[in-house]
Nanobody, 124 residues
Framework: QLQLVESGGGLVQPGGSLRLSCAAS????????IGWFRQAPGKERERISC????????NYADSVQGRFTISRDNAKNTVYLQMNSLEPEDTAVYYC?????????????????WGQGTQGTVSS
């Protein structure tokens, strides 16, 4: 069974960076699009980025465009989210999710597997 494990969260000052990892076990990620989601306190979970199974296509929410970069290394069965110029509003639990097939999707229900989440906190 596929298991996703996020890591790399932590406490960082405004303007700082974090690099999140989403490592898969139990199955290869080659055939899955991967989305990164986040849920801030008191808010609904939102999708912030996604990468297709090949890695050729990516997309970002407006709130993170230009600051976050998603990438994948299928040889390592891992997807990354580089987060730069972090703001207090980026404080959230960050989740990765896998969707079978090539393409990304905005709907959470179309993602088959989820990680447990990693906390990212931006504060001075």
């Amino acid at each position: 069974q596929l298991q996703l494990v996020e890591s790399g969260g932590g406490l960082v000052q405004p303007g700082g960076s974090l690099r999140l990892s989403c490592a898969a076990s139990g199955i290869t990620l080659d055939y899955y699009a991967i989305g990164w989601f986040r849920q801030a306190p008191g808010k609904e979970r939102e999708r912030i980025s996604c990468i297709t199974s090949s890695g050729r296509n990516t997309n970002y929410a407006d709130s993170v465009q230009g600051r976050f970069t998603i990438s994948r290394d299928n040889a390592k069965n891992t997807v990354y989210l580089q987060m730069n110029s972090l703001e207090p509003e980026d404080t959230a639990v960050y989740y990765c999710a896998a969707r079978g097939g090539v393409w990304c999707d905005y709907a959470e229900v179309r993602y088959d597997y989820w990680g447990q989440g990693t906390q990212g906190t931006v504060s001075s």
